[in-house]
């Protein structure tokens, strides 16, 4: 479901949607306009890379902080690094590298132009905004939050419409083919394309215990599965899927599941305890605020109660 959000009467529309716990999307948001225009890669550089660093020193450009991660293939499964054990797992998902922004944007265009293969090394760009910079003078906010003011707002919005329990911005720069691997957060999200595009697929939390998700709280992989869904087109023809995942993949392929390919310019709402499992289709910078927990959920589609049950 899509509303304008320039549109009073379908942003009332959207804050139903919102408030009833459902996902959509809007579209239509003059400050992720103004943003996608700005943020050319020489912009964003400028804020993240040593390149910058006069500026920095001067005071006149507030740093930002972030940092590239690579993995083997294009497949990412967040984990806690300090609880995987490499002699009995084998070599981690993925791993830090010491990429500048600049570095990581020119693979990224590399992966564009020539279609990087799945099985080729991915590289995945992150930032964090910590919730305590709304509170500081402006002139002191990094770029996130000076060209997100609904996002970084000490005061409620449409996008953080409970500030007192914003936990921050977290922005997710991408390369063509980088795939998150399904999970959910509790707080209720809201997910904003600054640039390129990111294919969605949303299962609700009465769907739990059929998407693979590690449910040990000691867990190092807790709240997120290591299934690849895009193993499930193999599995009439290859021979090499293990049993176990050939198993959790044919129970996968029963869940109920609405996708949306999340354009520029354009803001999902992520309701607490939806999993979500997201392919970046091209250089892409997503960033997104929550807005605090909503424990009950819908009678149809499940709650944190279902979750809880099933982890």
Request: with cysteine; aromatic share 14%; hydrophobic share 35%.
């Amino acid at each position: 479901v899509h509303f304008n959000y320039s549109d009073p009467k379908e942003q009332a529309m959207a804050k139903n949607f919102r408030n009833a716990g459902f996902p959509f999307k809007v579209y239509d948001v003059p400050e992720l306009t103004a943003a996608g225009d700005k943020w050319t890669d020489e912009y964003i550089s400028s804020n993240f890379d040593r390149e910058g660093i006069s500026l920095f020193k001067s005071g006149l450009l507030p740093r930002s902080n972030g940092n590239c991660q690579e993995s083997q293939d294009n497949f990412f499964a967040f984990f806690t690094p300090t609880s995987w054990q490499t002699s009995i797992m084998g070599p981690p998902p993925y791993r830090n590298n010491d990429w500048t922004y600049k570095k990581w944007s020119t693979h990224a265009r590399y992966a564009d132009a020539t279609s990087l293969s799945f099985d080729q090394p991915h590289f995945y760009w992150q930032s964090g905004v910590p919730r305590s910079e709304r509170y500081e003078p402006k002139d002191t906010w990094t770029f996130v939050s000076r060209d997100l003011p609904s996002f970084s707002a000490a005061e409620e919005t449409f996008f953080q419409f409970h500030p007192d329990e914003q936990k921050g911005i977290q922005c997710r720069f991408g390369e063509r083919g980088v795939t998150a691997a399904t999970h959910y957060d509790a707080g209720q999200n809201m997910v904003a394309m600054i640039k390129g595009a990111k294919r969605y697929i949303l299962s609700p939390p009465k769907e739990c215990s059929k998407l693979g998700i590690a449910t040990a709280r000691g867990n190092t992989l807790f709240r997120h599965s290591l299934l690849n869904f895009g193993h499930i087109s193999y599995l009439a023809t290859s021979t090499d899927i293990p049993e176990q995942e050939r198993g959790w993949l044919d129970r996968s392929k029963t869940a109920l599941a609405v996708e949306t390919v999340l354009k520029e310019g354009e803001v999902l709402f992520i309701p607490s305890h939806w999993f979500h499992y997201i392919i970046s289709l091209q250089k892409s910078a997503q960033c997104n605020v929550r807005s605090g927990v909503d424990e009950i959920g819908t009678r149809k589609f499940g709650g944190a109660q279902d979750v809880y049950d099933c982890v």
